[in-house]
Structures are given as structure tokens and as C-alpha cells.
């Protein structure tokens, strides 16, 4: 198994720029394909953006490049999201995901064996 565990959340202001970790702990050598995902009050998760495990892929939704990075620090098994120039449409519980599957849908939800507890960003005006 793999566990999961965000940080970095809190109350930003707009224009803020914010960098969330994810630590991936247990049998990571399973771990394929790692991402980012967000879910605003009364919308659906959505795909964020994602990376490979090992290797330099990454994978972005196309209304997401430019202000958001994703990267990995081997070290410590952490995969990070930056976002720069946050604003309050940002607003939303932020969460990393993991799947073993080396092939797959990037922005697909169900896709997505391993899921952490979510880290809320608030925007403020």
C-alpha cells in the first residue's frame, strides 16, 4: 500500500505564490504515475496536473499551464505543486493522487488508486 499526505495549504492572498507537497510513504517502487487534483465548493474534482514517478514526464490540463508546476524532489519521495499568481477562482481543497498503471487517462479521477486527504487553499481579495 501507499499513503499519502499533503501539505502546505492555508489562507493566501491574491497574487500569492503557494507551493503544496505531497509525501508518498509505504511501497512506493509501485507508484507509476503521480498527480494533482482540485475540488472547489459545489464542483467536481478536477485534474490539475501530473508527473511520472521516475523519469521527467510531466502532464498538465491545458487551463492550467503557466501558473502551476509540478515537480518531484527523489530525496524524499515528494512530489510538489507550485501555483504562482494564486487567485480566488484557486480557491479549493487541493489533493495528490498515485496509480500504479504506468498507461492511463491523466485527467480521469477514477483512474487513481491512492489519494491523500486533500490540503484546503483559500484565496483571499
Known amino acids: 500500500q501507499v499513503q499519502l499526505a499533503e501539505s502546505g495549504g492555508g489562507l493566501v492572498q491574491v497574487g500569492d505564490t503557494l507551493t503544496l507537497s505531497c509525501v508518498a510513504s509505504?511501497?512506493?517502487?509501485?507508484?507509476?504515475?503521480m498527480a494533482w487534483f482540485r475540488q472547489a465548493p459545489g464542483k467536481e474534482r478536477e485534474f490539475v496536473a501530473g508527473?511520472?514517478?521516475?523519469?521527467?514526464?510531466?502532464y498538465y490540463a491545458d487551463s492550467k499551464k503557466g501558473r502551476f508546476t509540478i515537480s518531484k524532489d527523489n530525496d524524499n519521495n515528494t512530489v510538489s505543486l507550485q501555483i504562482q499568481n494564486l487567485n480566488p477562482e484557486d480557491t479549493a481543497v487541493y489533493f495528490c493522487?498515485?496509480?500504479?498503471?504506468?498507461?492511463?487517462?491523466?485527467?480521469?479521477?477514477?483512474?487513481?488508486?491512492?489519494w491523500g486527504q486533500g490540503t484546503q487553499v483559500t484565496v483571499s481579495s
Open positions: 509505504g511501497r512506493t517502487e509501485t507508484i507509476e504515475r
Open positions: 508527473r511520472r514517478w521516475t523519469g521527467s514526464g510531466t
Open positions: 493522487a498515485g496509480d500504479p498503471r504506468y498507461a492511463g487517462t491523466w485527467h480521469r479521477v477514477g483512474e487513481y488508486v491512492y
